[in-house]
């Protein structure tokens, strides 16, 4: 297979910045092409926590107060970089103090649209005054929508971007990015208003998201049965029309983990390592996570884990209804790691409250204890309305925590479901989004739980589990293959 140059723009990346998936995703896919020979370059926003962070960057020659125009706005940008650990990929880091140096990764301020519009135009100026022609720019999510417009306007006439083709990757439909038809100026796409969705102009709005899926070579979403449900109106949010347009240019492909931070012989947040050849770290992890959260030391008692964005994507608006139930009929031991809404955070607080020693909530954003979770816990819990991919249910199983999950979306490609019987399968499913699904499906997880020789072989099925994204990575490579003109000859 022919190598390929790969400019992978993203508004996350770990171990820099992340809020969630899209993070460990861009650092595990960019690790895997460049192991298997490609030129990877990474670009995402110096956020202040990048810059405050100390790591050892190095300023681009040529590309420092770069000024540049974006509507009726004179910005300036320069670039660093470095090595991404443990790989030989390139990330550089688009600095821009204007619109990157603030306390959130995202913001609610009104020129977000702006900040990710601007690290489209930087990527694509950052390839020219390297004179590094890209045979791929692959976006990620909204922050990237207008990349492929902005490459087939304003810089049609750089003869270097010929032959690059534009991958667009959908990570989470349910954010869109959407702003008024009047912030066509801003973005400086004024003499291109008739390339943007009329229909949706005329309806007073610019989508960006869906302004990269109509110009994107190829789109690729993050699981099979993600790429299917998005074509039907309750999980397409209003996109499954463009994207049913789309249909052969959209592809499915299951996300990959990155065994190198995510395996529990090895994890550098773990005090105690275990393999599926020697389990006794794992209860040792069990008995510090208790201890370390407040949980009562009960052994014996199924724990079950949580470690979330807590937003209504998630699905815990079951829980209302059925935990107290399960706490009370089931000696269960929560442990919760999450932020986000007000009103899940409250739930969790007071969840801890009412069973104090059964149920510890940590409303922050820890790397350590996420993994510390994992490892610890017995049960993985994610009762997702919609799951893209989800990474959470691949880490469970290779850390022995058969997860319980819906079946959607990535969940239902990556988990099993448990047999008894054949002893086959590698966690739990509910169908229906309702509680009383959810509560059967705990119910028989916990009864499992008791029989321990079953319980072995559920977890021994899961470690078993190769999501490495060696595999995954190539099919990138092959899509890659697929929209990229040949290779021109060697002379
Ligand atoms: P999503 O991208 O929708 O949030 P994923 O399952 O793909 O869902 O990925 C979530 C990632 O974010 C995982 O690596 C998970 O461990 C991490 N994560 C989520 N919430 C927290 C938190 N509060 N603290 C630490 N890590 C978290
Ligand atoms: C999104 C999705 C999640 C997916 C992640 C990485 O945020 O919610 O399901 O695993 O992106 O692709």
């Known amino acids: 297979m022919r190598s390929f140059k790969v400019c992978l723009v993203s508004a996350e990346v770990v171990p820099y910045a992340k809020t969630g998936g899209l993070a460990d995703v861009a650092q595990g896919l960019a690790r895997s092409l460049a192991r298997a020979g490609h030129d990877i370059r990474v670009v995402m926003p110096m956020y202040r926590r990048v810059r405050e962070a100390g790591h050892a960057l190095e300023p681009v020659p040529g590309l420092q107060d770069v000024a540049f125009q974006i509507?009726?706005?004179?910005?300036?940008?320069?670039?660093?970089?470095?090595?991404?650990?443990?790989?030989?990929?390139?990330?550089?880091?688009?600095?821009?103090?204007?619109?990157?140096?603030?306390?959130?990764?995202?913001?609610?301020?009104?020129?977000?649209?702006?900040?990710?519009?601007?690290?489209?135009?930087?990527?694509?100026?950052?390839?020219?005054?390297?004179?590094?022609?890209?045979?791929?720019?692959?976006?990620?999510?909204?922050?990237?929508?207008?990349?492929?417009?902005?490459?087939?306007?304003?810089?049609?006439?750089?003869?270097?971007?010929?032959?690059?083709?534009?991958?667009?990757?959908?990570?989470?439909?349910?954010?869109?990015?959407?702003?008024g038809a009047d912030k066509v100026g801003e973005l400086g796409l004024e003499n291109e208003r008739n390339l943007l969705h009329q229909g949706d102009l005329k309806a007073g709005q610019i989508n960006l998201l869906k302004t990269g899926l109509l110009y994107a070579n190829a789109i690729t979403t993050v699981s099979k049965t993600y790429a299917a449900e998005i074509l039907e109106p309750e999980l397409g949010m209003g996109l499954?029309?463009?994207?049913?347009?789309?249909?052969?240019?959209?592809?499915?492909?299951?996300?990959?983990?990155?065994?190198?931070?995510?395996?529990?012989?090895t994890d550098v947040?773990?005090?105690?390592?275990?393999?599926?050849?020697?389990?006794?770290?794992k209860a040792l992890c069990k008995q510090a996570l208790l201890q370390r959260m407040g949980l009562a030391p009960d052994l014996e008692a199924p724990l079950v884990g949580i470690v979330s964005r807590l937003t209504i994507q998630k699905g815990f608006d079951l829980l209302p209804d059925i935990l107290p139930v399960l706490l009370r009929k089931h000696n269960l031991r929560l442990a919760v790691l999450g932020s986000g809404e007000e009103r899940y955070e409250s739930y969790f607080a007071w969840l801890q409250r009412t069973f104090p020693g059964r149920v510890a909530y940590d409303r922050g954003y820890k790397e350590p204890l996420s993994h510390q979770i994992e490892a610890g816990s017995d049960m993985f819990l994610m009762p997702s309305r919609f799951e893209p991919c989800g990474l959470n249910q691949m880490y469970s199983l290779k850390y022995g925590t058969p997860p319980i999950v819906r079946r959607t979306g990535g969940l239902a490609d990556t988990v099993e479901q448990w047999e008894p019987?054949?002893?086959?399968?590698?966690?739990?499913?509910?169908?229906?989004?309702?509680?009383?699904?959810?509560?059967?499906?705990?119910?028989?997880?916990?009864?499992?739980?008791?029989?321990?020789?079953?319980?072995?072989q559920l977890v021994a099925n899961g470690m078993a589990k190769d999501f490495s994204w060696d595999r995954q990575g190539e099919l990138y490579v092959q899509l890659y293959d697929r929209v990229c003109p040949p290779a021109p000859p060697i002379r």
């Open 269 to 281: 947040h773990l005090a105690h390592h275990y393999s599926p050849a020697n389990m006794r770290g």
């Open 71 to 179: 509507g009726g706005r004179r910005l300036y940008f320069s670039v660093s970089s470095t090595r991404l650990p443990g790989s030989t990929a390139t990330v550089y880091f688009v600095r821009c103090p204007e619109l990157y140096d603030r306390a959130g990764i995202y913001t609610q301020d009104p020129d977000e649209h702006l900040r990710f519009a601007a690290l489209c135009v930087a990527s694509v100026r950052l390839c020219q005054q390297l004179g590094w022609a890209p045979d791929v720019f692959h976006c990620n999510d909204w922050h990237t929508g207008l990349l492929p417009l902005y490459l087939w306007t304003h810089f049609a006439w750089d003869a270097l971007f010929q032959r690059s083709r534009v991958v667009m990757t959908i990570h989470n439909i349910g954010y869109q990015g959407v702003v």
């Open 421 to 456: 019987t054949t002893r086959q399968g590698t966690g739990f499913f509910f169908g229906e989004f309702q509680a009383e699904a959810l509560m059967n499906t705990v119910d028989f997880a916990v009864s499992q739980f008791r029989d321990a020789a079953g319980w072995k």
């Open 240 to 265: 499954e029309t463009t994207l049913r347009q789309r249909k052969s240019d959209l592809f499915g492909i299951v996300n990959g983990v990155d065994y190198e931070d995510w395996s529990p012989a």
